[in-house]
């Protein structure tokens, strides 16, 4: 099962793109948890996930939260604002799943 972390600046903006996603891996039948935090609950929700991904309107949070991606070893991109802003949630998981190795 892949755990794939999303986090935005109140972790409500992601949900709809988390339910796109889910739909995406069931198709595609990829068994995945797909969940969104808010921006200070993700340094202790990236212990249990296999990558993270931010919100493009929290870019600015990538330095900070890479020392915890590191020490917990996932990788961590932002998402693709065009991809984030049509709720593709085909293409961010395609990235997800990219940057974990799959």
């Not at 070893?73 to 190795?101: F, H, T």
């Amino acid at each position: 099962m892949k755990h794939i972390l999303l986090a935005c600046s109140a972790g409500m903006s992601t949900s709809l793109l988390v339910s796109k996603m889910k739909e995406a891996a069931e198709a595609k039948g990829i068994d995945a948890e797909i969940w969104a935090v808010a921006q200070d609950k993700a340094p202790k929700e990236m212990e249990r996930a296999d990558v993270l991904l931010i919100g493009p309107q929290m870019r600015f949070m990538k330095k900070k939260f890479s020392k915890t991606a590191e020490e917990v070893g996932i990788p961590l991109d932002v998402i693709d604002p065009m991809a984030y802003g049509r709720v593709d949630g085909e293409a961010v998981l395609n990235k997800a799943l990219e940057l974990i190795g799959e």
